[in-house]
């Protein structure tokens, strides 16, 4: 959702524009003094923060009081604040704008330009501006994604520019603990009578009602296994590597080849959960946009390819934990959200279950 900004924002940015940072060079400092924010738009979809964006120039991230998305039974925490985590994360694009700049990368990260500056119970700063927009879903070069990750797994979790700024493995969510997993597990029981039927009986044998609990308690198990004790070392994630987090821009094919694009990445935003943990999951994020299908031709060997299948499947249990827990809260989703999410969610299990072995 978008809109226009209003009196308080603009505010906010004329606040930043007094705080912004000793790298800004003049030629840049001038552009954001002299745009026109009252035309630019405020868009609301970020978990922990909404833009105000001033296409070609600047964008103001303001933290929202709470993050949207996270699970129903989160509770506030300071680890939960975005507006006390914002310094952290500015900290964080500073050193992996350092780090990727060294890579020679062909892309970017937004970091501040600004000094953060406090809004009411929350705070603003203003960020590089990245162009483009997302890629086409359910498509993509494998060997473009394939680099991005390449180039993601070469920065250094323990450079020192990097290292402390990094978030923790299920920060958002929350670990599977033996409740979630219960609460998961408990899912057929609560839904059958209303649907008539539990889907996964038809979907697959391993996902029936009678065994769900099962199937639950290998994909949780194995997930948390491999964050306590890690299969490979832990490398670089990003937390959210698909869709609007990644700015792509269409450029004109080979001559040979008129009217047809490519799609070069400008950049990656929202950077909020990133961590040191297993790189499967920056190929499962990509999936989830460019298509599951891709998953073997972007892991670097068979074995990433499987893990990044079983994290498919604990994040479709997330989703379904979430949709149980607000079903619980507001006294009933209907039904056809049910059928539409278990549609998407019990195939990336039964997946997960073959993964598994």
């Not at 509770?75 to 990727?100: I, T």
């Not at 490398?235 to 609007?244: E, F, I, P, T, Y």
């Not at 074995?303 to 507001?330: F, K, N, P, Y």
């Amino acid at each position: 959702m978008a809109s226009d900004p209003v009196d308080s924002e603009l505010e906010l940015v004329h606040r930043a524009l007094g705080r912004l940072r000793p790298h800004v060079s003049p030629a840049d400092a001038r552009a954001l003094h002299e745009a026109d924010w009252s035309a630019g738009t405020v868009e609301e979809g970020g978990q922990f923060h909404r833009v105000l964006v001033c296409a070609g120039t600047g964008v103001l991230r303001m933290t929202r009081a709470h993050e949207v998305g996270a699970a129903p039974a989160a509770r506030w925490s300071p680890e939960r604040d975005p507006a006390r985590q914002l310094g952290r994360r500015m900290a964080l694009l500073d050193g992996l704008d350092a780090a990727l700049a060294e890579q020679g990368v062909a892309w970017t990260v937004p970091v501040a330009l600004s000094d953060p500056v406090p809004a009411g119970t929350g705070a603003a700063v203003l960020q590089r501006y990245l162009p483009g927009g997302p890629h086409p879903p359910h498509e993509g070069d494998p060997a473009v994604l394939r680099r991005l990750l390449d180039e993601i797994a070469a920065v250094d979790v323990a450079d020192p520019r990097i290292a402390p700024h990094l978030g923790r493995p299920f920060s958002f969510r929350g670990p599977w603990t033996a409740q979630r997993a219960e609460h998961v597990a408990g899912i057929p029981v609560r839904l059958a009578p209303r649907l008539g039927a539990w889907p996964g009986d038809d979907v697959d044998a391993r996902t029936g009602a009678d065994v769900w609990a099962d199937a639950v308690a290998r994909v949780t198990r194995a997930v948390t296994a491999w964050t306590e004790e890690p299969p490979v070392p832990p490398s670089l994630v990003h937390g959210d590597l698909a869709g609007h987090n990644m700015r792509w821009r269409a450029v004109p094919a080979a001559d040979d080849a008129p009217g047809e694009v490519r799609w070069e990445l400008a950049g990656v935003l929202d950077w909020d959960l990133a961590c040191a943990w297993d790189p499967a999951l920056n190929v499962a994020y990509l999936s989830l946009w460019h298509g599951e299908d891709q998953v073997e031709r972007l892991a670097v060997d068979a074995g990433e390819a499987a893990r990044a299948r079983v994290w498919l499947g604990a994040m479709a249990l997330e989703t379904l934990d979430d949709a149980a827990a607000r079903d619980e809260l507001v006294g009933g989703l209907p039904n056809g959200s049910w059928r539409r999410l278990l549609r998407k969610a019990l195939p990336r299990v039964a997946r997960a279950l073959t993964a598994l072995g």
